[in-house]
Structure formats: structure tokens, C-alpha cells
């Protein structure tokens, strides 16, 4: 069956440009969640969404980040003027549930975001 | 702040002997642990997970163990294979978030 999707794979873009990511989670999954890992660093959690909740933005490094869900299905993460600390790979997860299944995350290939 | 650490950016093993993944922790808040496996050009992969409350968690190859005490697991795989090499990350969950270390990549030498 189908896995997480990400697109673009690679995305180059000038400094100052905005940019949109995009997710599609697995079928029927209810939570999904958005990290970046930056060269020689860890994932780094951004975002999480669960259901109809309001999501978890506390890992969103700026307010030139943010993301939307449309219900179950598509996200996208935005990130406005970027910086070139910005540079790194974006990584989309589902999960059939949040909370106490969170090691049943699926990933995405990721989006590997370079700022010039 | 690290909360998870693995102090290890490299590890090489010769196939078929034992490789022994280390991660260290600060937070004992965290309920549970996780291992992750990546290959490159995909996304992480689950592999093995331990509850808090437990000391061992065997799947096959790959085994995990907890000592919180020490704040600290680590993942032995035996025998390795040629297709372990990756990078692996461990990773600890608090409330609904997952908080991942920086991961060690893994060279299985024929």
C-alpha cells in the first residue's frame, strides 16, 4: 500500500522566499507530524496534528513557520522568507493514532529544503 | 539542551559480531524509548521500542535495554549484517512528542 509522500524531494530557493511543503499521510492515519533535520543534527520536532484537536505547535522554531491539515488528509508546512538556517530536510509523519502509539510513525522520504 | 545524546556519530563492526548502539538521556519524564533506523534518501524507520518500566526488549536480532538508574539504553544487534548499515536513531517520548538524538550511522565491514 501506499507510504507517507512528501514533495517536493528537493527544493532550492533564494533567501527572503517563501516556500510550501507538502504532505500526504497515510490513509486513515489521524495524526501527523512534521520534523527538520539539519546537517549533522537530530530530528528536530516541529508540529503535530491529531484529529480535529488543535495541534501541538510548540516545536515551530518561528512565526515564519507554520502549517495547516485539512482534516485527515493533506499538510502543508509554509515556511515565510526564508533564512539559510532554514536549510535542511523536512520530514512528515502519520500514525493511526496519537498519544500512546506514537512509536507506529510512519515516515515520509522527506523534503530537502537548500536556501541560497 | 540535548534531552537525548548519542555521544557515538560513527561505530564500525565486522558482519556477523555483536553492535552495540549507546544513547544516554536527561529527562526522567520520558515513558518510552525508541529506535529508529535510516537508510539514506528515506525516512526513519521504527525497529525496536522499551516502556519505562521495563529492562529488556528483545525482537529477534535486535534487543534493547534500559537502565534508568543510569539514564541510559542501548541496542545490540547480533549478529550484525551487511544490511544494518544505517543511521540509527534513538529517540524518547514525553506527552505526545517524540524527542530524537543526533544518530549514529552504522558500518557492517565484510
Same mark, same amino acid.
Given at each position: ?7 517536493? &524531494?528537493?527544493? =532550492? ?5 517563501? =516556500? ?18 539539519? +546537517? ?14 488543535? !495541534?501541538?505547535?510548540?516545536?515551530? !522554531? ?24 532554514? &536549510? ?7 500514525? !493511526?493514532?496519537?498519544? +500512546? ?7 515520509? !522520504? ?7 | 539542551?540535548?534531552?537525548? %545524546? ?30 529508529? %533506523? ?13 516502556? *519505562?518500566? %521495563? ?15 543510569? %539514564?541510559?539504553? *542501548? ?36
Amino acid at each position: 500500500g501506499a507510504g507517507v509522500s512528501q514533495s517536493p &524531494s528537493n527544493k =532550492v530557493t533564494e533567501k527572503g522566499k517563501d =516556500v510550501e511543503l507538502r504532505c500526504d499521510p497515510i490513509s486513515g492515519h489521524t495524526a501527523l507530524y512534521w520534523y527538520r533535520q539539519r +546537517l549533522g543534527q537530530g530530528l528536530e520536532f516541529l508540529i503535530y496534528f491529531q484529529g480535529n484537536s488543535a !495541534p501541538d505547535k510548540s516545536g515551530l !522554531p518561528s512565526d515564519r513557520f507554520s502549517a495547516e491539515r485539512t482534516g485527515e488528509s493533506v499538510s502543508t508546512l509554509t515556511i515565510q522568507r526564508t533564512q539559510q538556517e532554514d &536549510s535542511a530536510v523536512y520530514l512528515c509523519a502519520s500514525s !493511526p493514532r496519537g498519544g +500512546l502509539t506514537l512509536y507506529e510513525q510512519y515516515f515520509g !522520504p522527506g523534503t530537502r529544503l537548500t536556501v541560497t | 539542551d540535548q534531552q537525548v %545524546k548519542q555521544n557515538s556519530p560513527s561505530l564500525s563492526v565486522q558482519e556477523g559480531r555483536i553492535s552495540i548502539l549507546n544513547c544516554d538521556y536527561t529527562n526522567s519524564m520520558f515513558d518510552y524509548f525508541l529506535w529508529y %533506523k535510516k537508510y539514506p534518501a528515506e525516512g526513519p524507520t521504527f525497529l525496536i521500542s522499551i516502556s *519505562s518500566i %521495563k529492562d529488556k526488549n528483545e525482537d529477534g536480532r535486535f534487543t534493547v535495554f534500559l537502565n534508568k538508574s543510569a %539514564k541510559h539504553l *542501548s541496542l545490540h544487534i547480533v549478529p550484525s549484517q551487511p544490511g544494518d548499515s544505517a543511521v540509527y536513531f534513538c529517540a524518547a517520548r514525553i506527552d505526545d512528542k517524540i524527542i530524537f538524538g543526533k544518530g549514529t550511522r552504522l558500518h557492517i565491514l565484510p
